[in-house]
């Protein structure tokens, strides 16, 4: 089936330095990723997203790229805080619907 | 700011019992959506649901789920004869009109069957 593959699994950082995470797809029709940030205990929240027609993105410290030609995502997070350590998830499109087929998650450790 | 709710935040059931597990969607949302995530894996699709009908399933949503809206607001999902590996957390998640929006997840429901 089709899949979504996330690197690394686990990932710490010292506070202050950036944090990258990188995701592959395999479905050409995914057409909107997301990334999820989760807290435990809590579900997936939204923390930025992308669609096709874009090839990078940024919020304040956050930014996503894209290459839909290699079929590359990458979530990128700068000047890390300790409120940052969470699992984070990407996310693509399932064939053209709009159900989300996830990686299996990295665990970003923030350390003061 | 609306949020997905769900309830209840736990349920233990036996083995073999049926369960049903509510959601509230975000009122003007049109689309909704089933997620199990089993313990320290990754969220996985279950089942959409547009227009009152299954729009999309997944190989894991099999002849023992089924989905309702039985009213304007409440979204469920039954599982008809629960088994051991049913136990995860249960995700809902809801998102408005147009395309690839943004998809808000409840808090889930944390399923175990003993």
């Known amino acids: 089936g089709e899949n979504v593959e996330q690197h690394p699994s686990t990932l710490s950082v010292q506070e202050g330095d950036s944090a990258v995470i990188k995701c592959t797809y395999s479905?050409?029709?995914?057409?909107?990723f997301p990334w999820y940030k989760q807290e435990l205990g809590k579900g997936p929240q939204l923390i930025i997203d992308?669609?096709?027609?874009?090839g990078e993105k940024k919020d304040q410290r956050i930014a996503v790229t894209l290459n839909k030609t290699a079929k590359h995502f990458s979530l990128h997070i700068t000047e890390t805080q300790p409120e940052d350590s969470a699992v984070y998830f990407c996310?693509?499109?399932?064939?053209?619907?709009?159900?989300?087929?996830f990686g299996k998650g990295t665990s970003l450790l923030v350390t003061p | 700011e609306p949020e997905v709710t769900q309830t209840p935040s736990h349920q233990v059931t036996q083995m073999g019992q049926e369960v049903i597990l509510r959601c509230v969607p975000i009122?003007?949302?049109?689309?909704f959506y089933w997620y199990r995530q089993i313990l320290g894996q990754k969220v996985e699709f279950l089942v959409s649901?547009?227009?009152?009908?299954?729009?999309?399933k997944s190989e894991i949503f099999d002849d023992q789920f089924s989905v309702e809206r039985p009213d304007g607001s409440n979204f469920t999902l039954k599982i008809r004869s629960t088994k051991l590996e049913d136990s995860a957390m249960y995700f809902c998640?809801?998102?408005?009109?147009?395309?690839?929006?943004?998809?808000?997840f409840g808090q889930g429901t944390r399923l175990t069957v003993v």
């Open positions: 998640a809801s998102r408005r009109q147009g395309s690839n929006t943004e998809a808000f």
């Open positions: 479905d050409s029709a995914s057409n909107y």
């Open positions: 992308i669609r096709s027609n874009v």
């Open positions: 996310a693509a499109t399932l064939n053209s619907g709009y159900a989300l087929n």
């Open positions: 009122s003007n949302h049109l689309y």
């Open positions: 649901f547009y227009n009152n009908e299954i729009s999309e």
